[in-house]
């Protein structure tokens, strides 16, 4: 009795989630996809419009050389992305938080300060990352009735490029 109501709790939070990728590989096949088409962007767009911001440059700067080092020992006030090779940071941020909220960087970040927590979209962003780490995890990885060899959910999985959730009331 006791397993079957965690169960039907666990399946309850997952439908109000929303969608998951169930594959796990479709989620990869997207990422290829998405890079292959952004390729095929880039190459038609005149040199000046490929330019990269400067900040996003020196992001990329900063990291030159020190891609596998921790992302805590390249970046300053990194929290819930310890442990994260430091070269895989700027692509998360930028695809998974910018394209699957529909912001850019300054929707977080204090442009002339990217360390600081001056907006509270970053804590919240933080939390989101940890709610959803702790749901891919703890919940889905104890539900032995999936079918999938890896169900995750992340920041898309509800907000589906808006910063408001598909899941939202309001």
């Not at 360390?115 to 891919?136: C, F, G, H, S, Y």
Request: charged share 20%; net charge positive.
């Amino acid at each position: 009795m006791k397993n079957k109501l965690l169960v039907t709790s666990i399946l309850g939070a997952l439908l109000i989630l929303g969608t998951f990728n169930w594959t796990g590989c479709s989620a990869k096949k997207a990422t290829q996809d998405s890079s292959q088409q952004a390729a095929s962007n880039e190459q038609t767009q005149a040199p000046e419009q490929r330019s990269t911001p400067p900040f996003i440059a020196a992001i990329q700067e900063k990291v030159k050389g020190k891609e596998n080092l921790l992302a805590e020992e390249v970046f300053d006030n990194i929290d819930v992305l310890k442990g994260i090779p430091a070269g895989r940071i700027l692509p998360i941020m930028q695809m998974g938080f910018s394209k699957s909220l529909g912001v850019r960087c300054g929707h977080c970040h204090q442009m002339d300060n990217m360390a600081a927590d001056l907006k509270p979209a970053k804590e919240v962003a933080r939390d989101m990352w940890k709610m959803t780490q702790q749901i891919n995890k703890d919940l889905l990885a104890k539900m032995e009735s999936l079918q999938s060899y890896q169900p995750v959910v992340n920041c898309t999985t509800c907000h589906r490029g808006q910063v408001k959730p598909a899941t939202s009331m309001e």
